[in-house]
């Protein structure tokens, strides 16, 4: 087994930690007096971390040179559209118990979760896309759908800040960690664009 | 003044879906118990209830109660908001207020009062009848408990403290101690904490000084020593921990209308018909449940007891 098919297999192990969490508190009857709201707020927080964890995948091969690194952008990637779908699910269910007419009243009525609905489509549409088959019908056009991640982090902090009833401390941390990772590739950007004029 | 039976929730009234999702609840609930106390009745259990504080004395019963299955003492306590605890409902208030004491504590009426004055907290207990007034509890983020609260009416406080015929509401405030609520270091609300109900809505009958639960004394989450009830109206109304009951003239400023006034009003009177701009108020969860399992009801369920009291308003302006 090469070094970082080992690390590829903790990390998917990892990832499922959460989840399992959820499971046996459930058993346990240990996700609070209101379950339905607790495994909604654990599920969106997961959907934000994977999303910020993905994103750091390019910085830390750039600035370690751990090139192998890149090898589980994909699972981290798709665990963030695990999170996001039980998330959203639970919305389905929790929130509304299949009712389509209050799911549509809450998706045009609450600019919340017309945000929230709209990173979820986004991390669905990237999940769908990101087999081999695609990457290779897609060609150099893949890439700049999957720049959409970067809208998907944004519009996923956004969706938490609105949320919030009056304790921005949270939401503000994730904005922060999101910036700085968006920031590394402004500063690349900007960079290259600078090389590459003189 | 006439008091009414509360209009508890009448089984012929309960639609045959919402029994439908129910069916959970009921699997949970009876499993619950069942693993908890090996076979005795939830009735039996919820009758037991209480977290070994200090018992008060001489409870009386009140037929202001609703004849519904009190919530899990062990629900109430550990799932709730006191945001100078933590921020959120869950069991933040709970684990962050373990070491609150409730003693030594004054209560200062002040205001446009005949007889304002400042009281030990004991003392200012002494002269009233406890009762035990079972109420429906239902917080504006759409959940509700059944909570046997022990308290005060409001209306003796008031007679005995004599408004002067100016005074229109009553402003009543936390206290405001950094030592003793962490959260009042930061700036998540605006402290000292503030509420107030128009004088009428004071002397209601239901409205209640609450000083325990389930026969106890109020534990320090849910607003040791001493809290208001006002069971017809969102629980955010419900001021903890009360330093202050100041007769005023004109409307005061309450805290969560400060925060966000397009989210939060003065009079907060639970109404199905009028959504918090995030989320619908048409149904909500009685706890412990993961889905809406009951339709809320226009006042909570206190119409008869209330209503009066709001004629001629536009409910939807006056949120």
Redesign the interface.
């Known amino acids: 087994m090469t070094p970082i098919t080992l690390v590829r297999i903790l990390c998917f192990a990892a990832a499922l930690v959460p989840a399992a969490a959820l499971v046996y508190g459930f058993f346990t009857n240990d996700l609070t007096a209101n379950p339905g709201d607790y495994i909604t707020d654990q599920t969106g927080t997961w959907t934000l971390a994977f999303i910020a964890i993905s994103l750091t995948v390019t910085p830390l091969r750039r600035l370690t040179g751990w090139n192998q690194v890149i090898k589980l952008r994909r699972m981290l990637g798709l665990f963030a559209f695990f999170y996001g779908t039980l998330h959203m699910l639970t919305w389905v269910v929790f929130a509304h118990f299949f009712e389509v007419s209050f799911m549509v009243e809450d998706v045009v009525k609450r600019p919340f979760i017309t945000v929230g609905m709209a990173t979820f489509l986004i991390l669905f549409a990237l999940a769908l896309t990101s087999n081999r088959l695609a990457i290779r019908r897609l060609g150099r056009r893949w890439q700049t759908l999957h720049r959409l991640v970067y809208v998907a982090a944004v519009s996923g902090v956004i969706h938490f800040w609105w949320l919030v009833k009056a304790d921005i401390t949270v939401p503000r941390r994730w904005a922060v960690a999101i910036g700085v990772l968006l920031a590394f590739r402004v500063w690349w950007t900007y960079r290259s664009r600078l090389s590459s004029r003189s | 003044m006439l008091i009414l039976k509360p209009s508890d929730i009448r089984s012929s009234e309960i639609t045959p879906k919402s029994v439908y ?1 129910r069916r959970r609840e009921f699997i949970q609930a009876s499993a ?1 118990a069942l ?1 908890a106390a090996g076979l005795p009745s939830l009735a039996a259990e919820a009758a037991a209830q209480g977290g070994g504080l200090a018992k008060l004395p001489n409870v009386r019963k009140s037929p202001l109660s609703t004849t519904e299955t009190p ?2 003492y062990e ?1 109430v306590t ?2 709730n908001n006191f ?1 100078e605890f933590a ?5 933040g208030p709970k684990n962050n207020s373990k070491n609150f004491k409730p003693r030594p504590w004054k209560v200062k009426i002040d205001g446009l009062v005949s007889k304002p004055g400042d009281y030990d907290i004991d003392d200012f207990i002494k002269p009233y009848t406890l009762e035990e007034r079972v109420y429906r509890m239902r917080c504006v ?1 759409a ?1 509700s408990f059944v909570v046997p609260w022990v308290g005060i009416p409001m209306a003796d406080v008031i007679k005995r403290v004599e408004p002067m015929s100016k005074a229109r509401f009553v402003e009543m405030t936390t206290l405001l101690d950094i030592g003793r609520f962490p959260m009042q270091r ?1 700036d ?2 605006q402290w000292p904490y503030l509420e107030g109900l128009r004088l009428d809505e004071a002397m209601n009958p239901l409205t209640l000084l609450a000083v325990g639960i389930y026969g106890e004394v109020l534990p320090a989450q849910n607003g040791a020593p001493i809290r208001l009830v006002t069971p017809w109206k969102y629980g955010f109304k419900g001021v903890k921990s009360i330093v202050r009951i100041r007769f005023v003239e004109s409307q005061p400023r309450n805290t969560w209308q400060m ?2 006034p397009s989210e939060y009003g003065f009079y907060a009177n639970v109404n199905p018909e009028v959504d918090h ?4 108020q048409a149904r909500e ?1 009685r ?6 399992n009951r339709r809320t009801e226009m006042f909570n369920g206190y119409t008869e007891q209330v209503a009066h009291m709001y004629k001629g308003m536009d409910l939807r302006k006056n949120y």
């Open positions: 999702l619950a693993v919530s899990l629900h550990s799932y945001y921020p959120g409902a869950g069991d983020e959940w930061t998540v609300l925060m966000a701009p995030r989320w619908s969860r706890l412990p449940a993961f889905i809406a």
